[in-house]
């Protein structure tokens, strides 16, 4: 395509190159093909399920890591207003029904106490109305409580992002889903030095806010957990953005100018590359629970932590053995048992290679990037998940994929989608660095195939918007993957506000 003077300004400051110009294009013109899957992962077919021996060797294991100086940090994902959490508010507050007439409503408003926010949502209504939340109820203004609570003139949460939104009550204050996530890294992933290490992408709109808030809890949380808190901060690269399409396949254009969107939570593979960490724990903002209830979740995180640990030296181990040349056959097949039992890796091939060929397939396997995802049984409808999938090597190794990449019209595909078992809460503990410590470079690990395409409304117009890989799909597609089957009790997301209000979060 032609390119003006206007599009190469645009590319140069975004830091986007004609030539991935031309293969978004290409991207959104052809699609992306579905993957091929032999099998979903299943407990003892691709999922462990630790023994409560297993589990107590895992806690130890990663116990004596911390007390030996390993360097960890906490990644929490914190993008994006909070917008789609109140959908509901939002329509109630801009329909016609003055009164709530929803289920979801009548609950907000009959459990409207209960919310970590209540004590600011009421003094707010004092300040702009002269009247309390329980008042204004009683006068059926239920429309200026929301307003309140959501519009830019009360509270704002409709365009907050989550990280600031008081998700918990704690004595004598109310904690925000940001000061939970500093206090759970400080349970479980404080450091020899007494430190935790916390970083958050948040969008740049929100910079300020966040950093104010991290001076306003820093202090307050160290003393109570005892630690020193190192907090850092990035965004979404300009550079991860991607080109929209109309739908015929040609560039969506406004005012002349080629239109860009944020590539997913798939282009944060950029600013988990810029971490320098041994382990990097990596946990979605909204999925926190107060100390009261967080029992499960730091064993839990101390049981992954070990298995990568663990996992990690021994291939770290494989690897110095066999840079130093190829081993007798006994300690390769010792290494290709390690490749399929703890692994998951298959592949048909290996009883025809030579002993070189067999250690250059292993250290290719070996030397990568690890990443310990924690499993929930699925206890709704199937969905994405964990599957055994093909690679483009032939290999087959544990995938986490969206069910946008099985092929609806393959029988057996949606066959095995529907016999999945578990899926995955983003709940991973990775390691980013080689055998000899090396940081790897992330984005060579990605699988550029596995992006998809969705459509969006722009200004009444229907335009494609390409996704790049998945932060867990396609852009940790090329790493080796432990899947560990962990309790659902770990798994407490706050997908609406009304979730605030189940036990979890109570």
């Known amino acids: 395509m032609e390119l003006n003077a206007k599009d190469l300004e645009i590319l140069d400051a975004k830091g986007i190159s004609e030539e991935k110009l ?5 991207m959104l013109a052809e699609g992306f093909p579905y993957l091929r899957i032999e099998a979903p992962a299943t407990p ?3 999922i462990s399920v630790l023994t409560p021996e297993m589990e107590s060797q895992a806690d130890k294991m990663w116990s004596e890591y911390l007390k030996a100086g390993g360097k960890v940090l906490k990644l929490v994902p914190a993008s994006g207003a909070a917008s789609r959490m109140f959908k509901d508010l939002f329509a109630f507050a801009n329909g016609k029904k003055e009164k709530p007439d929803s289920d979801f409503m009548k609950k907000f408003f009959d459990e409207i106490e209960k919310f970590a926010f209540f004590p600011q949502l009421n003094f707010l209504c004092l300040s702009l109305y002269g009247l309390s939340v329980d008042s204004l109820i009683k006068e059926k203004r239920f429309k200026d409580v929301v307003k309140t609570l959501i519009e830019k003139e009360g509270l704002n949460y409709g365009q907050l992002p989550k990280a600031l939104l008081n998700f918990h009550k704690v004595p004598g204050y109310s904690r925000t889903a940001l000061e939970e996530h500093l206090a759970e890294g400080a349970q479980y992933a404080s450091g020899k030095d007494g430190k935790v290490r916390v970083h958050f992408t948040v969008s740049e709109d929100h910079l300020p806010l966040v950093k104010m808030k991290f001076e ?12 020193e808190y190192e907090l850092s901060t990035s965004i979404q690269k300009p550079s991860t953005d991607t080109v929209a399409a109309n739908m015929d396949g040609t ?3 406004e005012n002349g100018a080629l239109f860009f969107r944020p590539g997913g939570h798939g282009a944060l593979i950029e600013n988990l590359n810029d971490l320098d960490a041994d382990v990097i724990f990596i946990k979605n903002i909204d999925n926190v629970v107060p100390d009261s209830v967080r029992e499960d979740t730091l064993k839990y995180k101390r049981i992954i932590g070990g298995v990568l640990v663990s996992i990690k030296q021994k291939a770290d181990k494989y690897c110095s053995i066999l840079a130093k040349g190829t081993p007798d056959d006994c300690t390769l097949d010792e290494m290709l048992n390690f490749l399929h039992k703890v692994l998951c890796i298959t592949h048909d091939g290996t009883e025809n290679m030579d002993s070189d060929g067999k250690a250059a397939y292993i250290y290719g396997k070996l030397n990568r990037p690890f990443r310990v995802c924690g ?6 409808e199937p969905g994405g998940g964990p599957f055994l999938a093909y690679n483009p090597d032939g290999t087959v190794s544990p995938q986490i994929l969206e ?6 019209k393959d029988k057996d595909a949606m066959k095995m989608l529907k016999e999945s078992t578990h899926f995955n809460p983003v709940d991973l503990v990775v390691s980013t660095k080689d ?6 470079n992330l984005p060579d690990f990605v699988d550029k195939a596995t992006g998809f395409i969705s459509i969006k409304s722009r200004e009444g117009v229907e335009i494609k918007a390409l996704e790049l890989p998945g932060l867990w799909n396609g852009a940790m597609s090329d790493w080796n993957t432990i899947l560990v089957e962990v309790p659902v009790s770990t798994f407490n997301p706050v997908k609406t506000v009304n979730d605030l209000l ?3 979060h109570q």
């Open 375 to 380: 499993m929930v049984k699925n206890e709704g």
């Open 403 to 408: 069910s946008t990449q099985i092929d609806p």
């Open 435 to 440: 055998w000899t410590g090396k940081k790897f």
């Open 44 to 46: 003892g077919q691709g």
């Open 251 to 253: 560039p969506y254009r």
């Open 216 to 227: 306003e809890s820093k202090g307050r949380l160290e003393h109570e957990y005892g630690v």
């Open 22 to 26: 031309s293969e978004e294009l290409k």
């Open 502 to 504: 189940r036990p979890a």
